[in-house]
């Protein structure tokens, strides 16, 4: 299937053509037709498989189609809201709108929290098409009255499971009680979790269903492997590994902000350039650390799960779990950075004795079992050695979203999120 038998307007098919792009992706081929037909969709996908795209064709399509004339309408209010988790999703989704409607007369917005508001402010009063926000700013704006909900013909929920993780359910469901009740509503996930379920039942009108990264499943363009290890190696076969193996873009995960550092320092002494980020760190530094490991100036980055979020790299080759996550779904969304949009990739994982109950998790989740490569020098003990004593466990770690043990979903809001535009 080609673009062109899509039915999108001239304009949108040719800001595709000069991204490059003339075959539309699963998702795209399945959501765009669907969404052009005005239905509400539920799309499963993850990112890297064309969602922004996915939504946002099909929506310009449907602005330009209607007469954009401000008289005929509310002056100068919004007429799409595409909520999303982070403030680098909404930055990127709001790249995308420009890219893709850069030859239609419409605009658009991203507000999200810390920046300044005023100027926020004053670009909505000159009039937005397209409103891309994070909620707890969009609220902000809502209770001071700088902005309309009222005209919104389109809301666009994004990355729908991040946001429940983030805690975000209570402000979504007061954004939508502020929405027309008439309105079209698409809802996109990586996961299809019984939230996400329960959030759809409530706000999807007869939806069309996409689901094109089968339930909790990787990407098939991803190899994955589990090396086995001891807990004690794992920082001296992680050096191995690259310096082997010649890697020049790897994202390692950790669990805490801690290991993060802690890790990101080893390698730097190995001669491995490399930097942390995670939730500790400045707006400033993840901006600068990301741009960095962009440009290729970093090696590795090292970074925890919810840093990790505003993280959209093209064609990142390897994910390496240094450490498993604690929460099996996590560990699709760290190997969902890679294999992107049918490129190929590797994810890694280092797992020791005291992980193997994560290990059964996840391999339960993605209803597959991990081949184990064992690394000559570092196989793994017949015996686990005891478990050194641990540093407290609170204040230190990044996620807000350990849950302990109960599957619950934390609702603690990571203050901060690094920084990342698309890096084409
Ligand atoms: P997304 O899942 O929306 O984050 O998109 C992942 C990447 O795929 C982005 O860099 C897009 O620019 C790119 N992309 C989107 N649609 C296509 C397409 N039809 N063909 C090739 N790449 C695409």
């Known amino acids: 299937m080609l673009f062109s038998e899509l039915g999108l307007k001239a304009e949108i098919q040719r800001a595709v053509a000069e991204q490059g792009y003339d075959t539309p992706t699963p998702i795209q081929q399945q959501a765009i037709p669907a969404v052009l037909a005005g239905h509400d969709l539920m799309a499963t996908a993850q990112t890297g498989t064309g969602k922004t795209a996915g939504f946002t064709l099909p929506i310009l399509h449907r602005l330009a189609g209607v007469a954009n004339d401000r008289l005929t309408r509310i002056a100068k209010t919004p007429r799409v809201l595409v909520l999303t988790p982070t403030r680098e999703l909404a930055i990127q989704v709001e790249e995308s709108v420009r890219t893709y409607g850069k030859h239609l007369p419409i605009n658009s917005l991203a ?47 994004d990355e729908a499971d991040r946001m429940l993780d983030m805690g975000f359910i209570r402000d979504i469901r007061k954004i939508i009680a502020l ?73 390692v995960f950790a669990r805490t902000k801690h290991g993060a550092d802690a890790l990101a320092r080893t390698l730097d002494k190995a001669g491995i350039k490399a930097a942390a980020i995670h939730g500790d760190k400045s707006q400033g530094a993840r901006t600068r650390v990301l741009s960095e490991f962009k440009e290729g100036k970093l090696v590795a980055l090292v970074a925890t799960d919810i840093a990790a979020r505003g993280i959209d790299i093209d064609a990142l080759p390897y994910v390496i779990n240094y450490e498993l996550p604690n929460v099996p779904e996590d560990y699709v969304h760290r190997i969902g950075r890679t294999g992107r949009a049918g490129m190929v990739g590797e994810a890694i994982s280092l797992v020791c004795h005291d992980e193997r109950a994560q290990l059964k998790d996840i391999e339960k989740l993605i209803k597959r079992t991990l ?26 770690r990044d996620d807000s979203r350990a849950r302990a043990g109960n599957g619950q979903r934390g609702a603690g809001k990571p203050s901060v999120h690094p920084s990342g535009k698309r890096h084409r």
Not at 116 to 128: D, E, S, W
Not at 377 to 396: L, T, W
Request: hydrophobic fraction near 40%.
């Open 371 to 396: 081949d184990r490569v064992a690394i000559e020098g570092f196989e793994q003990s017949a015996v686990a050695k005891p478990r050194p004593p641990q540093p407290p466990r609170g204040p230190r």
């Open 179 to 251: 929405l027309p009740k008439q309105r079209q509503n698409l809802l996109f996930s990586a996961t299809f979790s019984p939230e996400i379920r329960e959030l759809a039942a409530g706000l999807l009108n007869q939806p069309v269903s996409v689901d094109v990264a089968p339930r909790n499943t990787a990407a098939e363009t991803v190899t994955q492997k589990v090396i086995e290890t001891d807990r004690e190696r794992k920082k001296e076969l992680l050096c191995h590994l690259f310096q082997t193996h010649g890697w020049h873009q790897v994202l």
């Open 111 to 157: 507000v999200f929290g810390g920046v300044g508001i005023n100027p926020q402010i004053a670009n909505l009063r000159r009039g937005v098409d397209i409103l891309v926000a994070t909620p707890g700013r969009l609220l902000d704006h809502v209770q001071q009255k700088t902005v309309d909900l009222s005209a919104i013909e389109i809301f666009v929920l």
